[in-house]
């Protein structure tokens, strides 16, 4: 069965420090990935995925992520983090009828002045 | 991209009663699916809504519990019944608007159940 851990409930990083955001992830065949984050009483947004092809993704506000399929992880990294970063981060993976995710419990990400 | 407008966005309910959430996308998209995700726990899918066939629903889940309906390829509606405060979530609305992989996300209806 597929699944998603991600080891980290909780994370405080200074403004202006770098990120990175463990996911591991456990499927049968090649994995469709991807990063989700939550900001307080919003909906979910997609930062970024991965299908195929070159294995560090780049994604939107600055976030970018490596597949390291010997590791069968999926870790998200951010060179420098933003106040505004300050939300919950979750990992997913599909397969076929990818669209079908199965999610990781999170991490909440907490940016410290 | 897609835009998906859910109703409503929050309720308060009382136990017993049902609650019916409307989910209203900007764009034709074959399947619908609905998310629920408890207090400070992550998205379980709870069904995928077809249009023009019943319901899928994953383990744990039962139409009786979590009716939907799929009228056409822009809306949705999922009903919480009989509700008791263990429902109290948030019920995401998601869909795939082309076979992009991406999962684009409602904002969410935020259920309270006293």
Request: aromatic fraction near 12%; glycine fraction near 8%; proline fraction near 5%.
């Amino acid at each position: 069965a597929q699944s998603v851990t991600q080891p980290d409930i909780h994370i405080t990083v200074s403004e202006g420090a770098s990120l990175e955001l463990r996911c591991n992830y456990s499927y049968g065949a090649t994995p469709y990935l991807f990063w989700y984050v939550q900001s307080p009483g919003q909906g979910l947004q997609l930062l970024l995925k991965y299908f195929s092809g070159d294995t560090l993704v780049q994604g939107i506000k600055g976030f970018e992520a490596e597949f390291k399929r010997s590791q069968s992880s999926f870790n998200l990294r951010k060179p420098s983090v933003h106040w505004s970063d300050a939300a919950e981060y979750f990992c997913a993976v599909g397969g076929s009828g990818f669209q079908k995710l199965v999610f990781g419990t999170g991490t909440r990400l907490l940016v410290s002045p | 991209s897609a835009v998906i407008s859910q109703k409503p966005s929050r309720d308060i309910c009382q136990r017993g009663t049902s609650l019916t959430i409307q989910c209203q996308v900007d764009s034709q998209v074959t399947m619908m699916f609905w998310y629920r995700q408890q207090p400070g726990q992550s998205l379980t899918l709870i069904a995928t809504a077809n249009q023009g066939s019943e319901a899928t629903y994953e383990s744990g889940f039962v139409i009786d519990k979590f009716p939907i309906s799929r009228p056409n390829l822009t809306f949705s509606t999922l009903t919480v019944s009989n509700m008791s405060p263990e429902d109290s979530s948030i019920y995401l609305c998601s869909v795939t608007p082309r076979s992009t992989g991406e999962l684009f996300f409602g904002e969410g209806s935020r259920l309270t159940v006293l």
